[in-house]
């Protein structure tokens, strides 16, 4: 099976732009969620979405947004930039029951100027 | 809610030395624990879990954690660790009806 792919792996924009990036998750697994990892907050947890549904959200503000289509493939938006936005933001599939395995995507690197 | 704390952001062994990787969580009902590595410039892999039964749990390259309910740990052991073990380790928990929570990690420096 292929893993867990993200793209773009890299980008760059200024502040005040807004984002969005794509996950295609593993076939027949439908959750996918979604993480910023910084060095200082290490990473943290933003959204998961199940079938199409958010389930869970993280304490991040209203500029982070997502979805998730019929086909389980994810995007992840951030509106209005800020330089703290800088960040490597991981997308994890799973099947999408309690405890299992989440398996992830190698990051998008965002760098906000 | 529950968390996990992981004491160490960073541990430095000589390589052949074994290593322990501390990690405590809190929680107020019964928990899944993880271990994910993440190797320089990589997503984060599953080492090993616990999910139930055994507490002893082991990985395929050697690692090995025991969950320890009354001392709340689920400490990350290997006997001797090899220079390629050179990542940061993340310590996770969830429950049944909850998200999983990261702890901030702990980067592994093997010695030459």
Known sequence: KAGVTQTPRYLIKTRG???TLSCSPISGHR???WYQQTPG???QFLFEYFSETQRNKGNFPGRFSGRQFSNSRSEMNVSTLELGDSALYLCASSVGTTGETQYFGPG???LVL | AQSVTQLDSQVPVFEEAPVELRCNYSSSVSVYLFWYVQYPNQGLQLLLKYLSGSTLVESIN???AEFNKSQTSFHLRKPSVHI???????CAVS???DKIIFGKGTRLHILP
């Open chain 1, 17 to 19: 732009q807004q984002v």
């Open chain 1, 31 to 33: 959750s996918v969620s």
């Open chain 1, 41 to 43: 907050q290490g990473l």
């Open chain 1, 108 to 110: 998008t690197r965002l």
């Open chain 2, 62 to 64: 050697g690692f090995e």
């Open chain 2, 84 to 90: 390629s073990d050179t990542a940061e380790y993340f």
């Open chain 2, 95 to 97: 429950t049944r009806d």
